[in-house]
Nanobody
């Protein structure tokens, strides 16, 4: 089992930056990869970025350039930096982990970007 807790969301002005955090606990040693997703109102949940056990990363095309995924293994943390923020980034952001074929989700953190 893996538990994920996101934090760092809030109300931010367009043009600003935000760093979202995801704290992982439980059986973290067998996690194959971590990812960030987001779900805007009335839309499906979409992946933004992934970071793998070996440290490699990949981003969906829409997330390239403004989003940066990173991790701190010593703290069992994964981060998502967003800079600059745009109003269309308003969504609930979710942390996701893949461990031994099972996906785990956090509860999400709301990001609201005002224009």
């Amino acid at each position: 089992q893996v538990q994920l807790v996101e934090s760092g969301g809030g109300l931010v002005q367009a043009g600003g930056s935000l760093r979202l955090s995801c704290a992982a606990s439980g059986s973290v040693d067998s996690i194959n990869r971590m990812a960030w997703y987001r779900q805007a109102p009335g839309k499906q949940r979409d992946v933004l970025a992934r970071i793998y056990r070996d440290g490699s990363t990949n981003y969906v095309e829409s997330a390239q350039g403004r989003f940066t995924i990173s991790r701190d293994d010593a703290k069992n943390m994964v981060y998502l930096q967003i800079n600059p923020l745009k109003p269309e980034d308003t969504a609930v952001y979710y942390c996701n982990s893949l461990r031994l074929g099972t996906f785990y989700w956090g509860q999400g953190t709301q990001v609201t970007v005002s224009s």
